[in-house]
């Protein structure tokens, strides 16, 4: 959104940062201005910690300003969630999800593309440890204030160094033109040899195409298991693309079943429903005959002589013809 230029002019002139710290300067504020001005510093990560007398940031204050002041505008939450394909996991899928995992206290957790930390959190309840990344300073400020993970990292997932230090890598990435493939192919990386990723999915990653052949090739060599999830579970977060949860395994474990993909529900009409072969070739037959006959009876219709007789009821006076003599003169019909 557009920020009011009385917005911008105070965190222009009226705002010190240091480190991960901003303060405003000068006289008071309006309490109406002071609140515009700090939507604005929260929706980059600020948030105000009275003890400080100043608003903290996830990041450096300068930092996480700068393109504000640069554009004169902000990504408020809503728009953040449509331009960066932002759905919150509702909490049946988390609650899926975190069974898939087979959790276990002390387990090392990493949550990337963490959002508001819907997963973290649930993990955490169970007794894991939880690093996240997210690459937004406002959501990263939320998780913080959640106080349920262990590290939170400002940064986008696909440019973080890889570190195979993870028991568990649970995770909810965006979708867009395949961009949950490339986020899950790197969080795997992340994890020890014996861990274990579970993430939602597109629906896309199903369907055999050429931009799914590596990655299902991938799932299916690490014997992985894929599971639909309900139709509209994402609707309350304001999607209703079709999701699965993929649970990949670091390394292919022995003994291993083929991965079985899921297939969308078709409704077909039972066998014993259609009949036998025999019995419907009769009720062809049966149907063609009834047809024939009534074609017969039309055209019986069409070639029967129309009637000459005329209704009792109706009353008809039919001329009389009149001739004349060879002399000219009038004859009469009549004999």
């Known amino acids: 959104m557009r920020i009011p230029a009385d917005v911008l002019a105070v965190l222009s002139d009226r705002t010190e940062a240091d480190g991960r710290r901003l303060t405003l ?33 996830p990041v450096h204050a300068a930092e996480a300003l700068a393109p504000v002041l640069d554009t004169g505008e902000v990504v408020t939450p809503g728009e953040k969630r449509t331009l960066a394909q932002y759905f919150p996991t509702p909490a049946p899928v988390v609650g899926r999800l975190i069974a898939l995992a087979a959790l ?30 997210e690459r937004d300073p406002g959501y990263a400020t939320v998780l913080s204030d959640k106080h349920v993970a262990r590290r939170v990292l400002v940064a986008d997932f696909l440019t973080v160094p890889v570190e195979p230090r993870f ?13 949950d493939m490339a986020h ?29 052949t590596a990655f299902r090739k991938l799932v299916e060599q690490r014997g992985a298991l894929v599971e639909a999830l309900p139709a509209r579970a994402f609707a309350q977060s304001g999607t209703t693309v079709d999701t699965v ?51 017969e ?30 002399n000219g003169s009038a004859a009469s019909d009549d004999t």
């Open 297 to 326: 009876k039309v055209a019986s219709g069409l070639t029967r002589p129309a009637p000459t007789t005329v209704p009792d009821d109706i009353e008809v006076s039919w001329p009389r013809r009149s001739s004349k003599s060879v």
């Open 104 to 133: 276990e206290p002390g387990m090392t957790v990493l949550e990337p593309s963490a959002g508001s930390g819907a997963i973290a959190t649930a993990a955490a309840a169970r007794g894991a440890i939880v690093d996240c990344i």
């Open 184 to 212: 899950v192919v790197h969080a795997l990386r992340f994890l020890k040899p014996n861990g274990l990723l579970v993430s939602v999915m597109s629906w896309t990653v199903t369907e055999q195409t050429d931009s799914t």
């Open 245 to 295: 949860l993929v649970a990949i395994p670091a390394t292919r474990p022995g003994g291993a079943r083929p991965t079985v993909w899921p297939v969308r529900d078709i409704p077909v009409r039972d066998a014993e429903e259609l009949g036998s072969p025999a019995d419907i070739a009769a009720e062809v037959v049966s149907d063609l005959r009834k047809a024939v006959a009534a074609f």
């Open 167 to 179: 028991d568990r890598v649970l995770m909810n990435p965006p979708f867009t033109r395949g961009t």
């Open 25 to 57: 300067v000068g006289p008071r504020l309006p309490p109406a201005l002071y609140q515009r001005v700090n939507e604005v510093l929260e929706a980059v990560g600020g948030r105000w910690t009275k003890s400080e007398g100043a608003h903290l940031f």
